[in-house]
Every structure is written in C-alpha cells, then in structure tokens.
C-alpha cells in the first residue's frame, strides 16, 4: 500500500491503485462504458429531430456533423424512421442497463476488497507495533481509524470514481454537442469553466474541513473509549455528569463542523442549478443577438445535450464534493499507517526460539522514558527455572524491569541477554509465545469463562482436561462449579460480573493454561483473601524448580520462597540475596519488613 503520494488527482489514485490494482482499470473501464451507450443511446435521438424538423427521413436533414449517426443507421440496415430508432435506444439503455448492473455488482466488491485489505493491513500493523511505540498512540485514535475513517476512505475513493463516470458521459455529449453546433458549444463550455470557479472556492473550504473532522472524530473516539471503560467508577462518584460535559464538548465541535460543511454542500447545491441555467441562458442569448443567422435545429440538439448534461454535472459536482469531503479520512488514515510502519518492532531473528529460555542476565541496564531515568546501572541475573522476586517501594521500577526482561521495553543502554542470546536479535513473538504475564491490572475479555482461561481454543478432550487443571490450580474450581452456566459463564466487559479476586485467579488460570517456560506475576494476588492466596501460592509453588518465575509483590510475606530477591530503589538493586540473608544482612529489607507488621 501507497501511502507516500501527494494530495493532488494522481496523487490519489495512485494510493486507490495501490490497494485495488489493475482492478481498478476494469472499473474505470466499466464506468465510461455505461457513460458512452448513455451518450450513444442519447445521441440517437439527433435523427429522431432532425425527421420532426425537417419532416422527411432521418438522413436527410442537415444537422451538423451528428449525419454521421443517420449514416451509420443506415449501414447497419436499421430502417430510419420513428419506430427503428426507438427500438434501437431501448436496446443500447437495456445494454446498459445490464452493463450498470455489473458495474454496481463491481463496485460493491470493490468495496469488500478495498476495506477488507485496509482493516486486515492496519491490523497486522497493530500486532507488529512495539510496545513503546503503542505508547505513542492514541486509543481513540486506533478505533477512529480502523472503523469510521475505513468507511469514509472508501467513500472517498467511490466519489472519485464516479466523478470520473460522470466526467465520461459529460466529454461524450459535449463532443456530441460540438459536433452538432460547434460556435455555441464553445460558448457554453468557456462560460462553465468561468462559473465553475465559484465552486472552487467551495470545494477547498470544505477540504480543510474535512480534515478537522477527522481529528475531533479522533479525539471522541478517545473520550467514549474512557468513558464506557471506566463507566463504574464514573457512575459510582457521579463524574460521568462531568465527564459527559468533555463529550458533548467534543460532539458539538464535531457537529459544528459539520454544520459547516452541510452548509457548503448545500451552497453548492442550491448553486449548481442556477448557475447553470444562467450560464446556458446567457449563451442562446449571446448566439441569437449576435449570430442572427444560426441554424437552429443544430442549436437545438446542441441545447438537448447540454440539458441532459446539466443532470449529469449536477452528480459529477456532487461526486467530487463527497470526494472533497472524505479526504480527511484518507489523510489521516494514511498517516496513522505510516506513524504505525515507522513503530514497528525490530523483527530480530526468524528462527523459533527454544522452549527452554535459559538463564537470563542483565548488564549495566539503563531505562529512561524521555529524559526522565527510570533504572539505572541494573545487572542481575536469573537462572534457568529459578523464581526471583523484585520488591521496593511504588513507582521504584520494578513493572518497567519486568517489561525489559520480556522485551516490551529496550533498555536505553546495556544488555539483555536470554540463553545467552542478546535479547534485540531475538525472534520476540517465538519468545513471548513462552511467557505467562499476569499484570497489576488483571486483563480478563468479554466472553466465557472457558474462552478467557483457553484464550479462545476449541473444546476437546485435552484442551478440557487442561482447562479443568489450569482453574483447578488458579483456585477457581468452586466459584465454576457454583454458577448456573459453568464454564459458559459470560464475564462481561473487563470482568464486570465477577469480583477483582476472581478476575485475578482468571487471569492466573489463563497463563498455568498456556504452559510457559517464564511467568512475571506482577502483584497477581493483591486482591486475593489470605485463604485463597495460600492456596494459589500452593499451586504457583509447583512451578518452583520446574519454570523461571519473576514476581513482583508488595506483600512480602509471598516471597518467601524466591530464590533470589532482588530489592529496588533509588533506580538501582541496593540490594540481593535470598529472604533469610536479606533479613540478617540488608537494613533496607528489613525496614520494609517491618514497615508491614503491625
Ligand atoms: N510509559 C511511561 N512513560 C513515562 N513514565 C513511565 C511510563 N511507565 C512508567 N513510567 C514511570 O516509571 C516509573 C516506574 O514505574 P513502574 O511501573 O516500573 O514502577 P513499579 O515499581 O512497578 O510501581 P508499582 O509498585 O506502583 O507498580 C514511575 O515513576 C512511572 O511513573
């Protein structure tokens, strides 16, 4: 996909041509097609005239240059009188109408290809973003993106199409036209040209517009998003009237920019016709005054095309219009493709990793979000299958070092190192495909229980009996068994049926199902009873010996067990060593552990 072009006719099309191809050829092709049996099928009337003016046969008549078409009747063996032209223009309307028929049949398709390719593109741009790229984004901004701005993208691209259909039909009557009375079809041209200045001006404020909307369509995007995410808390402190306040801001900004373009659109409108008819009025006038000897039934075939061509103007300026007024979307979602392509992940090796990691070790880290140092001369070291703890006060650091371990954050300078592999050429989704992550923030989906614990496989035999002990082992058993559905249980959105407890043992089941080689369990039992705690902590001590295990816990009390603790603050590890060692020899550590008796 093209999305370095210039804003300007080519410069469009080539960015259409890059998702549709030489498809587009067929359609354009398609398009003057219906434009040339219109103008044909039209033109054919010429005869009809000339029979009723000059009340003889059809070839006989002087009509300018348009004889050619009696002529070619003629040829063709078709009888020239009343009744064998018509048949003849019903034939050439009912071709077509078949070839409009498939044209209609294309577009659609079109359109199927045309979202379908862009949707799947963006989101595959999505899945290869970083992580610290992500950061740079903006969540309405992503959903404006992938959902209303695809559409009016393709609104885009059909106004620009069809303008050029209907530029097709106006070139064939306007050469229909010239050849029938050339001095007055110039006249009507050069004056068109001058009107359609008028409307220049229109089309550019509308333009610019367009664009404006584009952003405030972002922007609400961002604010519903937060809105219907954090609706219990905004409900529950009565903020959501204030919040509401921020949304119907941003709902009437949009909505005054539309105004403003509904405005245009219906100046240009209103415009198109009068305008039109002055122009062609002035032109008789001019012709008759100054041209006393015209001729006028070639005047008046001339007069016949241009009417029919105002209709076809008329679509052509809406056309354009719709075109104009969808270009912010192109612009934007052009650039958010780019902004995307420029955060892509490195892509490291192609190799699949190892099941086994291996040891992990960490030299001279350094972290820094801006200008702003986050962790500094950080070396540790984490052996195969060990469990390691990182604890220290909040906002310390420990989450970013987590997210450095497993590869959502490069460091700012020093290395990484997993199985003695340097963790930037490594094949980062192969890696992850081994981690088991369980955030603060437990991350439960709106679905079944089933599918939140197996991310979504298929029911069978072992996926079941996997299932039964990844929620067996997250101590979720009971609560499973007491609900009317089971394990069908929908859990609603981020959770919202079911306590902060039992979103955290989902979260927990999810990632003992997928069987990995590296857990982070980032505070993954803060919000469990001291009951369920242990019992989990029971379970997750299985893993002891058999997985690397990295946890990051507050309550210090479930670290007991780490073989190595490493304790964080002022941006480094002040200190290391085992619960017990740690006890006897580091003042830092048993400050924190005394800052939680009581
Ligand atoms: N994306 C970000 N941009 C800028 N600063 C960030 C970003 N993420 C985290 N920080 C800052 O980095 C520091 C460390 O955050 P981190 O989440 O690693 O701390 P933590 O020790 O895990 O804290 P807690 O125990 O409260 O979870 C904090 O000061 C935080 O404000």
């Known amino acids: 996909m093209n999305t370095d072009f210039k804003y300007g006719f080519w410069g469009y099309f080539r960015f259409y041509y890059s998702i549709l191809g030489s498809r587009l050829y067929l359609f354009i092709a398609l398009n003057i097609l219906v434009g040339l049996l219109d103008g044909v099928g039209l033109a054919l009337f010429v005869p009809l005239i000339t029979m009723l003016f000059d009340s003889g046969a059809a070839g006989s008549g002087s009509i300018g240059n348009v004889k050619y078409l009696s002529d070619a009747l003629a040829a063709l063996n078709i009888p020239l009188n009343m009744s064998g032209i018509l048949l003849?223009?019903?034939?050439?309307?009912?071709?077509?109408?078949?070839?409009?028929?498939?044209?209609?049949?294309?577009?659609?398709?079109?359109?199927?290809?045309?979202?379908?390719?862009?949707?799947?593109?963006?989101?595959?741009q999505l899945n290869d973003i970083s992580y610290s790229g992500f950061l740079q984004l903006d969540a309405g901004k992503i959903q404006n993106n992938l959902t209303t701005e695809i559409s009016n993208l393709f609104a885009s691209m059909s106004g620009y199409f069809y303008t050029i259909q209907y530029a097709g039909i106006l070139i064939t009557y306007y050469l229909l036209a010239f050849a029938a009375n050339f001095q007055f079809a110039t006249l009507v041209i050069i004056s068109g040209v001058l009107s359609n200045l008028l409307f220049k001006k229109v089309f550019s404020k509308t333009q610019k517009l367009s664009g404006d909307v584009s952003q405030k369509g972002n922007f609400f995007s961002s604010f519903l998003i937060q809105a219907v995410t954090h609706f219990r808390y905004l409900k529950a402190t009565n903020y959501f009237k204030r919040y509401l306040k921020k949304l119907r801001t941003v709902v009437d900004e949009t909505e005054q920019l539309n105004l403003k373009m509904g405005r245009l659109q219906a100046l240009s409108e209103g415009m198109k016709e009068p305008v039109a008819i002055i122009v062609i009025g002035t032109v008789i006038y001019i012709q008759f005054r100054f041209f006393p000897g015209s001729n006028k039934s070639t005047i008046l075939v001339s007069l016949l095309l241009f009417y029919r061509s105002l209709s076809q103007l008329s679509l052509l300026q809406t056309s354009w219009q719709h075109f104009i007024q969808?270009?912010?979307?192109?612009?934007?979602?052009?650039?958010?493709?780019?902004?995307?392509?420029?955060?892509?992940?490195?892509?490291?090796?192609?190799?699949?990793?190892?099941?086994?990691?291996?040891?992990?070790?960490?030299?001279?880290?350094?972290?820094?979000?801006?200008?702003?140092?986050?962790?500094?001369?950080?070396?540790?070291?984490?052996?195969?299958?060990?469990?390691?703890?990182?604890?220290?006060?909040?906002?310390?650091?420990?989450?970013?070092?987590?997210?450095?371990?497993?590869?959502?954050?490069?460091?700012?300078?020093?290395?990484?190192?997993?199985?003695?592999?340097?963790?930037?050429?490594?094949?980062?989704?192969?890696y992850r495909d081994k981690i088991g992550y369980i955030a603060q923030d437990p991350v439960v989906f709106n679905d079944t229980i089933f599918n939140n614990v197996t991310f979504f496989a298929p029911p069978s035999p072992e996926n079941n009996a996997r299932f039964r002990n990844a929620v067996r082992d997250a101590s979720l058993e009971t609560f499973i068994a007491s609900l009317p559905n089971r394990e069908q249980t929908h859990v609603g959105d981020n959770g919202i049926y079911i306590s902060g407890g039992q979103k955290q043992r989902l979260s927990i089941a999810?990632?003992?199902?997928?069987?990995?080689?590296?857990?982070?369990?980032?505070?993954?039992?803060?919000?469990?009873?001291?009951?369920?705690?242990?019992?989990?902590?029971?379970?997750?001590?299985?893993?002891?010996?058999?997985?690397?295990?990295?946890?990051?816990?507050?309550?210090?009390?479930?670290?007991?067990?780490?073989?190595i603790i490493y304790v964080i603050?002022?941006?480094?590890?002040?200190?290391?060593?085992?619960?017990?060692?740690?006890?006897?020899?580091?003042?830092?550590f048993r400050n924190m552990i005394a800052a939680q008796q009581y």
């Open 326 to 430: 969808n270009t912010g979307s192109v612009r934007s979602v052009t650039r958010m493709i780019k902004q995307m392509n420029q955060l892509r992940e490195p892509p490291g090796t192609l190799q699949e990793e190892p099941a086994d990691i291996g040891s992990i070790e960490l030299t001279d880290v350094a972290v820094q979000y801006d200008t702003m140092t986050i962790l500094e001369n950080v070396s540790l070291s984490i052996p195969l299958n060990q469990t390691v703890a990182f604890v220290g006060e909040s906002g310390s650091g420990k989450t970013t070092l987590a997210h450095v371990i497993i590869g959502l954050i490069p460091p700012t300078s020093g290395s990484v190192l997993i199985g003695n592999r340097s963790i930037e050429t490594m094949n980062l989704p192969s």
């Open 88 to 124: 003849v223009v019903a034939l050439l309307f009912s071709v077509k109408g078949l070839i409009r028929f498939i044209q209609m049949q294309f577009f659609f398709r079109m359109r199927f290809l045309f979202i379908k390719k862009i949707r799947a593109a963006m989101l595959q």
């Open 569 to 588: 603050k002022n941006k480094t590890i002040q200190a290391r060593g085992t619960f017990d060692t740690l006890s006897r020899e580091s003042e830092l």
């Open 510 to 563: 999810r990632e003992l199902y997928k069987n990995c080689s590296l857990f982070v369990l980032d505070e993954a039992t803060s919000a469990l009873d001291s009951a369920t705690e242990n019992s989990i902590q029971q379970n997750l001590d299985l893993l002891h010996g058999n997985r690397t295990v990295i946890i990051i816990a507050h309550r210090l009390a479930t670290i007991k067990k780490a073989d």
